[in-house]
């Protein structure tokens, strides 16, 4: 074994030269991809986090992916860098270990014995653990050698790791890895630790291999043998890569189409105008074809109403393809569809009555000149505020995204909108354009971040139904199908994970976790295009909860409202006077104390969960335990009684018709982990986590109002859920909810009809 002198401490035990060649390499892949990949550059924006990735993939010997993005940057020379990486692995990585310690995060998540953990249908997998030693294999060549050797050094003296129970040895030794658990007595090999976890595996175009697509996103080929899968548990299978045998494709998820399909019946062009595929997909698919794919045997070529793949030939008719995909208003869909005007107004001059000479159109995205211009012509100074200012009309071609457009957004707001979607590339622009289909975005701080959150999207097309879904959904997690009824499954999966069907594809969300970027307010210095307001003081009335009023003078601008109401701001104009009332945005949602009563534009006030948790809290004083369906079923008598008694809703949210019975969509996903179960209510056990919730709950509705619920309560709480549903299904406002299609809202007008 080496010196102690040659190895860091165990937190990062690797040998200094090689750490210095590797945090180099490291840092001139990542300047080279930022320089010339936008794809790379948005999707990886922290620098120094990104560059501190590459190396530990680089230290793990895990450099496939990394091999793949430097030769995706076409038309630039990344051979310098490839034969760097390559020599790097010959030096370094060759014939090497590396010990891998369980994160404190998942100490209690794993237990001593690799065996109980496979039979609880668990695998082990790197997220959990942190590697804190690796050096070259000298005389030992086992597992448990090394862990014997590793003791003697340390006995001796020296700062060395020894590997603990349940940390993971990882060997190289002449271009195979293999992985191996400490337990008790014995390492056992763990080939999910190195692997690649799959969600779906095809037959495709190529000879002797599978097309995978990983858990990761990402696009793989490799062999069927190797594909790993514990039917009996229904654990994630994984691909064992001990041989280094898979094949990095792409991270884009419709080259799996590519790789697995035989051919479609539309033409290239038409499945371009359809939204099936884009130019970019076509452009990547051929430059693999070129590459990667080059050193495999095709069995098939795909075709595409009949013809084989061509990319040179469409794109010498794209000229012709976006004349097709004009629409009746002349204008190109897609980007084109993106770009939009606002007509701004002078508020001031527009309340003194000079309205037609208050505002202008404003297009975007724009520039600070033209901003500076657009003010002077409609009277307002360089460094007008926006609540100096208002947007009357919205000019877009698309309907959608028009609808996240508002009345009162800043012009800097608007900007970093504009500037977002056209920094997105073609495959992006489809997530985006599919996403507000899907009504994602409420707001234009969540079109905002949906620009930043491409990855948490995924879109499966050539779907036509909710079977066709289900029968892929079937096949790509590898379920048997034996009596399965596909549109059942489909409909279910896409309720539970989050799916939309729109036009032909299914719009899966929650791949990754949603990063919320943009906060409504913190604009970044690139986007913005108006001068700075110097800070001003307006006098504004504080009506806190339950309080006297009283008045206040305070800063003008976005950021002293939010601080007055403690987080993002919502204005309202209930009165007839000039009044606007400005509260919290996300108050009820974090529970703030409730103030005044203010029912909003459809003479809504209650919030969904409010009504649920005290329906919940009468049950079980009245001895009754209630399921997620019951309790859905209960909310549609309620607003079904609502409507009747007090010709309004009791909650805003829509009631949709399921083929299990009427949802609301919010209470679903608040109480869908209790599955076929009662919801846990705790009385008297724990007051002050759990009734006192409760307690607040009830203390939000009108004594009147909690009469009207606890009387159709105490109607319903003697009949269980399938009583309930005979009861509903009988009922033409669920019947002809369902008759649409499932998922369609049960409208309040068939409910008046048939309850009154």
Known sequence: MADEKDFREPDGATQDYELDEVFELAFEIDA????????????????????????????????FYIKHLISSVLGHEGDALMNR????????????????????????????SLKSEREKGNYINK???????????????????????????????????????????????????????????????????????????????????????????NVYLGKSERNLYNSEKKSLPFYNNSDNSL?????????????????????????????????????????????????FEPIREITFNGEPFNYPDYNRNIEQTAEKQKNEKGVLKNMNDYKFAAFIVNRSEYDNGNRETSGTELSFPTDAETVKRTFAEIGLPENASPDTYFFDDYACGNDDLKKCLTMYESVDALNYFAMRISELEDTEMTVFQTALKAGECKNITDAINITYNMEYYNIVDNISNWADYGKYIAHRD??????????????????????????????????????????????????????????????????????????????????????????????????AEPVGLICNDEGKNERMELNRALYDAEDNMYDILDISRYVLYYAKKCGHGLSVLQLMKILYFVQAQFLISRKKRAF????????????????????????????????GINFVKEEKEYIKAAEKIYIEDIKLINGIVDLLLGYDNTYLMSIIRKQPPFIKGLKNFPGYEISDKDMMDFFK
């Open 32 to 63: 080279f991809l930022r320089a010339h990949n936008l794809k790379y550059r948005t999707k990886f924006p922290m620098e120094q986090r990104q560059r501190e990735i590459l190396a530990d993939k680089m230290l793990e010997s895990d450099t």
């Open 85 to 112: 990486l390559n020599a790097y692995e010959t030096e370094f990585r060759k014939n090497q270990y590396s010990v891998y310690h369980l994160k404190s995060d998942y100490d209690k998540k794993c237990g001593y």
């Open 127 to 217: 997220d959990m653990y942190e590697i804190v030693r690796s050096e070259p294999l000298e005389q030992y060549k086992t597992p448990m050698e090394i862990d014997v050797g590793l003791m003697i050094n340390k006995a001796a003296g020296a700062a060395v790791y020894q590997p603990d129970l349940r940390d993971i040895i990882v060997i190289n030794y002449d271009g195979q890895q293999k992985a191996y658990f400490k337990g008790l007595k014995e390492y056992t090999e763990a080939p999910e630790f190195t692997g690649v976890h799959i969600t779906s595996a095809a037959l495709n175009n190529y000879k002797g291999l599978t097309a995978f697509l990983g858990k990761d996103g």
């Open 247 to 295: 094949t990095f494709i792409s991270d884009n998820k419709k080259m799996f189409s590519f790789l697995c399909g035989s051919g479609w019946v539309l033409s290239q062009s038409e499945m371009i105008e359809n939204g099936a595929f884009t130019k970019s997909d076509y452009q990547e698919f051929a430059e693999l074809q070129k590459g990667v794919l080059s050193k």
């Open 478 to 575: 590898m379920l048997d199908e034996r009596n399965m009824n596909y549109e059942e499954y489909g409909k279910h999966h896409a309720y539970d994970h989050g799916g939309y069907l729109l036009d032909g594809i299914v719009l899966e969300t929650g791949w990754t976790e949603f990063d919320k970027v943009y906060d409504g307010k913190n604009i970044p210095d690139e986007y913005r295009v108006t001068v700075p307001t110097e800070p001003q003081k307006m006098t504004v009335l504080i009506v806190p909860p339950m309080q006297e009023p009283y008045i206040k003078e305070i800063s003008t601008g976005l950021e002293a409202l939010q601080k007055e109401v403690g987080g993002r701001i919502e204005v309202v104009y209930p009165f």
């Open 652 to 683: 805003s949210d829509e009631i949709v018709a399921m083929d299990w019975g009427p949802v609301e969509r919010k209470v679903w996903s608040h109480y869908k982990s209790c599955g076929n179960g009662y919801i846990p209510v705790l009385l």
